[in-house]
Each structure stands twice: as C-alpha cells, then as structure tokens.
C-alpha cells in the first residue's frame, strides 16, 4: 500500500478517523475471523463496523450486486489494521485512557472503532486495491507466503509494484548476494513455485507450490509440496558440499522448514495422522513443533534418514 495515497483520502474526505480497507469476496475470506467495515456505496464515509461478525450477520454486511443470490459472490470491506487518525480524535478517543486492568486489553478494531461510530466520528474507508493478507499466526504466515506462488497473484503484484514505483525518482535497493543462479541437474518437475539463487535441485525431484529460499540443496527423487524453505545465507554453509539439505527419496507436504536443517534420506514429514498439535523439541532447542496441523522444522535440526511425521 502506498501510504501516502491514504493519507490523501484521510485529508479530502476530512475524516476523523481513515481506516484501510481489502475489498474482499465473501467466499475467499473467513469473514468471522476478520473485523468487517460497512461503507456506503456512494461515498468511503464508515457507517459500522462489526469485529469477528457471526455468520447470520454477514448478509447485513455484505455488498452484493443486483443479480448475485449467492453471499459467497458477495463482497465485504476487511479491516486491514491500518489507521490515520486525526489529533482531535487520538486525544478524545486514546488519550482518556487513564489505566487498563491486567489480563485485559483495548483493540482498535473491537473497542475504538466502534465507539468512534457510536460517537458520530467521521471515519471514511480507504480501499487498498493490491495484495493484502492477514498474518496473525504461523498458519496465515504460511498461507500468505504460498499465495505468491500462484501465477495470477505474482503477474497482479508485478503490474501493481511496477505502477506504484517511479524509477525517475524513487530508489529501488536490493541485497546483493553474489550467489550463483539456481541449478538444475538432470530432469526435475517444478510447478508453480518460487526458486531462489543457489539452490541445487538434482535428478528426479518434484517442487510443486513451494517457496525455497536461497542455497537448499536437493538431493534425488525428492517431492514437496506446499513447503516453504527459509534457505542459507551462503552455499555448503553448514553440511559441506557433498550432503544436500534434504536427503534423497525424502518426501515433505505441507511444511515450514527453518535455516541450517538437515533432512536424512527416505524421510517422510507428511503429518499423515492429522496430528493438530505436538511439540518434539531437545534441550538445544533442536526439533519440530506442529501448530494447526503445520509442520516446523526447527533452526539447526537433523533428522536422521527414515524418519517419519
């Protein structure tokens, strides 16, 4: 998002408070996890706010067009988090705020705002058009970063970043890693996933909806899938160049794999049983946890050839 855009709606508009908004369809969101705007259709003026809305109240938040019966192919405005508040309204909404009793808490989305409504403060929606998707916890985290490697999404945030940057007048900097670009030895399948510079990936591997990041090394007839590799800062930078980060035949699907870990051979981290939760952690801090049925391989593990999840 470009701030400065919202800040410019914030000050046409004259709004007390200026939330940012993803106009979202109703069926690819979970809605009653979200906090949900109720902006008019002619004008970005915020006329309720519902955090976390029940499924019964969804129908009375969502904007559906004229012919449209199914509420999933409505649209709802997602709080983003983002705020601009003017000075007035910090002081008289924030600043009275004397003291907050322990184990309690005050949330913009779930106590400010509303308030400000019931209080006739003007707050005006500022729709972000580009990417955008919560990350609360491990498992939104995961799911935002697999996201990108869907064609469509990567071309819409190309095209976006591209209109949104001035190359005549606005520094582009990036890292430079002095790594070699990714290789490929023999004949591997790669769909719909992102490779970083110095990866290795040998003969017989499937990489299918997966992030690698830079400097895993493949070993033969390896297949993951939906997986996200945090990568080395630098090649052979902690097994040397004859060991790969994930031993030949092993098999990954639906997992998080931290820096500097080392997968045996014919290792099988699926998490077939469906476990939900489960923490495997030595003294060293070396291990895996699952969180909502996600595996994490943590920072510095080794997992010895064989070994099943």
Not at 42 to 63: H, W
Not at 194 to 212: F, T
Not at 274 to 298: F, M, P, Q, R, S
Request: hydrophobic share 35%.
């Amino acid at each position: 998002m470009d701030y400065q855009d919202m800040l410019k709606t914030h000050n046409e508009t004259g709004a007390d408070i200026t939330i940012g908004v993803s106009k979202q369809r109703l069926g690819d969101v979970d809605a009653t996890n979200l906090g949900i705007c109720s902006v008019y259709t002619d004008d970005t003026q915020v006329y309720g706010f519902r955090e976390k809305p029940k499924p019964d109240e969804l129908r009375e938040l969502a904007q559906c067009e004229k012919n449209v019966s199914d509420l999933n192919d409505c649209h709802v405005h997602v709080n983003m988090g983002v705020y601009i508040f003017s000075s007035r309204a910090m002081k008289e909404l924030v600043g009275v705020i004397e003291h907050i009793d322990e184990g309690t808490s005050v949330d913009f989305g779930r106590d400010i705002i509303p308030m400000a409504i019931g209080s006739n403060y003007q707050i005006h929606a500022h729709e972000h058009g580009g990417f955008w998707q919560p990350v609360r916890n491990l498992r939104e985290w995961y799911e935002s970063n697999l996201s990108i490697c869907s064609p469509d999404l990567f071309r819409k945030m190309y095209a976006g970043a591209s209109a949104l940057i001035d190359v005549s007048k606005d520094q582009v900097f990036t890292v430079p890693r002095t790594l070699p670009p990714a290789r490929f030895t023999g004949v591997s399948d790669c769909e719909s996933s992102l490779i970083s510079d110095g990866v290795v990936v040998a003969n017989g591997c499937r990489i299918k909806d997966s992030v690698v990041g830079p400097c895993v090394v493949f070993g033969e007839d390896v297949s993951v899938e939906r997986v996200i590799f945090n990568g080395h800062p630098e090649m052979a930078h902690i097994h040397g160049n004859d060991v790969p980060d994930v031993g030949r035949g092993s098999v990954l699907l639906g997992c998080v794999v931290q820096s500097d870990v080392l997968i045996g051979a014919g290792c099988v981290l699926t998490n077939k049983k469906g476990v939900k939760k489960a923490e495997v952690v030595d003294e060293n801090g070396h291990g895996y946890v699952i969180e909502n049925g996600l595996i994490t391989i943590l920072e510095g593990t080794v997992l010895e050839a064989g070994t099943v999840i």
